[in-house]
């Protein structure tokens, strides 16, 4: 099993930033890929951002490319999520996702293992 627990939302103003983590524990969250998705309210949950089990690789959504920055530390079983020039549009719950193996998605039913989520909410 993998548990992920999220920290560092927040209510900030546009153009503000923020960074997101992610703590996993359990299985060998260092062999997984590992992702951030959101949810606006009334909304389907979206895509962000990917990083690959070693760190190598990363892939963003196209709205957030050139703002948010994801990075992993394998020693400290930890993935975040730089989020810079803030927008209203960010607004929503952010949750980290495990794949439980080697590959990264941007589908959230190829995550098994999810974090409880962060709130941000971006005023104009």
């Known amino acids: 099993q993998v548990q992920l627990v999220e920290s560092g939302g927040g209510l900030v103003q546009a153009g503000d930033s923020l960074r997101l983590s992610c703590t996993a524990s359990g299985r060998a969250v260092t062999r997984s890929g590992m992702a951030w998705f959101r949810q606006a309210p009334g909304k389907e949950r979206e895509f962000v951002a990917t990083?690959?089990?070693?760190?190598?690789?990363?892939y963003y959504t196209d709205s957030v490319k050139g703002r948010f920055t994801i990075s992993r530390d394998n020693a400290e079983n930890t993935v975040y999520l730089q989020m810079n020039s803030l927008k209203p549009e960010d607004t929503a719950v952010y949750y980290c996702a495990a794949s439980g193996n080697l590959l990264t998605h941007t589908l959230p039913e190829r995550y098994p293992y999810w974090g409880q989520g962060t709130q941000v909410t971006v005023s104009s």
């Open positions: 990083i690959s089990a070693s760190g190598a690789t990363s």
